[in-house]
């Protein structure tokens, strides 16, 4: 049976365990939130049932010391847990009566775990916010090992390790992964881990022009693995540095090999090539334009570079090679 929830009009007789009935305005948010990326889709439809079927599971707050409410005038309590119920109250009413269960007061330390832990499972908590309170909580248990952290989020060490590797990359290129970056702008957290190698210029460079190129994970990896490559002194062949005479054989080979597999598709009947569309719909043609939109970009790219018209070519002509043998 559910415990009934009542307002007090004094916090002398508050004690651990109590289900009370909050003003909204009163409940100070918890200074340690891992969180600060709240999707604005849910918060709205938290937002709509909360205003036509009210709250219904209590948030967790503890109650401020003196001090605490010395410093925070008209505050009696600190946010523990249910910060998206909190928020989508406000929206409804700024002073929205939100059933509360008093919890134990926590140091901030053991606060900020215990918010990490419960908010780590879920979808909106970006990266970021997951690397950051990853180290948090790593510093705070006097540097516990990658392994340990795996076993309190309930993950493997690999998660963890992904997650703080992201740490490494420059402010900027974190920027990137901002979930709240429109699609086209943004960085993939797979392909961003795969730029900790390189300096920082480097790596807001290539992340741009990943992006501005609209490259795919498969794409990103032909690339930034060349480009680790140059970075550690260049490919090898037979144990020996790759030559220019490699790289002539390289590109020759690529386009005997495009323009073979593509005879074979031109040479298609049509009544064949209309059969293989009958079972499609419009979403597959038009991704199929799409990747025939950036491989004619490429090629002409290719073809600028190699008739000498292009004197700058940022991802260099190998990498054009790469990126258009990755989609075939």
């Known amino acids: 049976m559910p415990r009934k929830s009542r307002t007090l009009d004094s916090d002398s007789n508050v004690v651990v365990g109590m289900v009370l009935e909050i003003d909204r305005s009163e409940i100070l948010r918890d200074p340690t939130q891992p969180r600060k990326y709240f999707d604005p889709i849910e918060l709205k439809e938290l937002e709509d049932s909360i205003k036509t079927t009210g709250q219904h599971t209590p948030i967790e707050v503890c109650v401020l010391t003196e001090e605490e409410i010395a410093k925070n ?20 009413d700024p002073n929205y009566k939100l059933r509360a269960i008093i919890s134990e ?16 499972g879920r979808v909106d908590m970006t990266v970021m916010e997951v690397a950051l309170g990853l180290q948090k909580m790593q510093q705070d248990r006097g540097n516990c090992t990658q392994g340990e952290l795996a076993s309190l989020c309930a993950r493997d060490s690999a998660w963890v390790s992904k997650h703080l590797s992201l740490l490494k990359l420059d402010s900027r290129v974190q920027a990137l992964l901002n979930p709240e970056l429109p699609k086209d702008q943004q960085l993939g957290v797979n392909t961003a881990v795969m730029l900790v190698p390189f300096p920082f210029d480097r790596q807001l460079q290539m992340a741009r022009y990943i992006i501005g190129s609209d490259m795919n994970l498969k794409e990103a990896r032909f690339y930034i693995g060349q480009q680790l490559q140059s ?61 025939i939109a950036k491989a004619q970009s490429q090629m002409q790219q290719l073809h600028e570079a190699i008739d000498g018209q292009s004197v700058k070519a940022p991802p260099g002509v190998l990498s054009i090679v790469s990126r258009v043998a990755a989609n075939r």
Do not use: C
């Open 105 to 120: 007061r926590r140091s901030p330390e053991k606060q900020h775990e215990h918010a990490f832990l419960e908010n780590v």
């Open 73 to 92: 005038p008209g505050m009696r309590f600190r946010l523990n847990i249910g910060e998206r119920r909190w928020r989508a109250s406000g929206a409804v």
């Open 231 to 291: 970075l550690r002194g260049g490919a090898k062949v037979d144990g020996r540095r790759m030559r220019p005479s490699d790289d002539y054989r390289r590109v020759e080979s690529f386009l005997n090999r495009l323009t073979l597999d593509t005879k074979i598709v031109m040479d298609m009947p049509m009544s064949q090539f209309k059969k293989m569309f009958e079972h499609r719909d419009d979403k597959d043609k038009q991704r199929m334009l799409r990747s």
